[in-house]
């Protein structure tokens, strides 16, 4: 007769596939930022992401003259790499018995803390404002009237113009669940529902002068009382190539992907199952980045 033993049951290879395709699956913000993984296999723990100033427009010069050559300079920002982890312990009974799949149920929550972490991460960086000292790589484009609104196609039609866009590029904004039904009684508010076979994204529901809506709970509040507003990213998904640099808005630095370990307490017939990811998360382009400030309502 055939064993049912413990190294059957937990797989680190195998929960560490099964955890890498619920991650993906459970996140919301981190979708949207690319993902580079030239630190993988590197040493160091740190990376650095130059930007380009611009050299100016060119200028009129007559027959026969020279000019001078303008010199190319560059800013750099560092970001330093840092490792997430999260633990349960399963007992011999509880694995053995199979009573409500503890392996399976363990797998999913590890999955979902991980998860959780990195989307977290990838909104502290989309709603800390640009400190020379303390948040050089934050964001520092904004929409904050002095007479706070609630949301709505004004309010999102003034946040996407402080990119002064000469040409309209696709764009991203996140906004709280408490805000959606507000947002869809908004008559220029078009449901996702309403596209026309078009490829939408990742929990978007709907667009706002050219801006695609996904809700996250994961979006923030500053203020309390009559004076809390929602801090609402919007993201430039491309560029326009003649202005602007390859860099993405957001970049996840992927040192390790997930990473399942498991050690075993004899004493105690207990199995640890632990697991981490490797990586940091950053705004890699000022100019792609808005924070649009709205009013909570009480409605909200």
């Known amino acids: 007769m055939a064993l049912t033993k413990l190294q059957n049951l937990i797989n680190p290879q195998v929960m560490a596939d099964m955890i890498s395709a619920k991650v993906n ?10 993902v580079d993984t030239t630190l993988q296999g590197q040493a160091g723990d740190t990376v650095t992401v130059p930007a380009f100033a611009y050299i100016g427009d060119a200028i009129d010069v007559a027959e026969g003259a020279s000019i001078e050559a303008t010199q190319l300079t560059a800013s750099s920002t560092t970001f330093t790499i840092k490792k997430a982890m999260k633990a349960v312990s ?20 590890l999955a979902k803390a991980i998860a959780s972490k990195v989307d977290n991460d ?13 948040a050089p790589h934050g964001v520092q484009k904004k929409y904050d009237p002095s007479t706070a609104v609630a949301i709505g196609y004004n309010g999102i039609v003034n946040a996407v113009d402080t990119f002064e866009e000469e040409v309209q590029s696709e764009k ?23 596209y026309n076979n078009e490829v939408m994204m990742r929990g978007e529901i709907g667009m706002v002068a ?13 203020g ?24 993405a808005a957001l970049t996840v630095f992927l040192k390790r992907d997930t990473n399942v370990e498991t050690e075993r307490q004899t004493l105690s017939r207990t199995t640890d199952i632990s697991v981490d990811k490797i990586y940091g998360v950053a705004i890699t382009n000022q100019d792609k980045v808005c924070l649009a400030y709205f009013l909570v309502t009480a409605s909200a």
């Open 224 to 247: 309390s009382g009559a004076s809390a507003k929602y801090l609402c990213p919007i993201i430039k998904l491309n560029n326009d190539a003649d202005s602007e640099d390859d860099a």
């Open 90 to 109: 399963l007992t011999d009974e509880a694995v053995l018995s199979g009573y409500g799949n503890p392996v399976g149920e363990s797998t999913t929550q």
């Open 172 to 194: 991203v904004m996140f906004i709280h669940p408490k805000q959606v039904t507000q947002l869809r009684l908004d008559s220029n508010f078009i449901s996702a529902d309403k």
């Open 25 to 34: 699956k459970k996140i919301v913000v981190t979708p949207f930022a690319k």
């Open 122 to 134: 990838a909104m502290d960086a989309l709603t800390t404002l640009y400190n020379s000292s303390s």
């Open 210 to 222: 050219g801006v695609r809506i996904v809700p996250s709970k994961r979006v923030k509040t500053s």
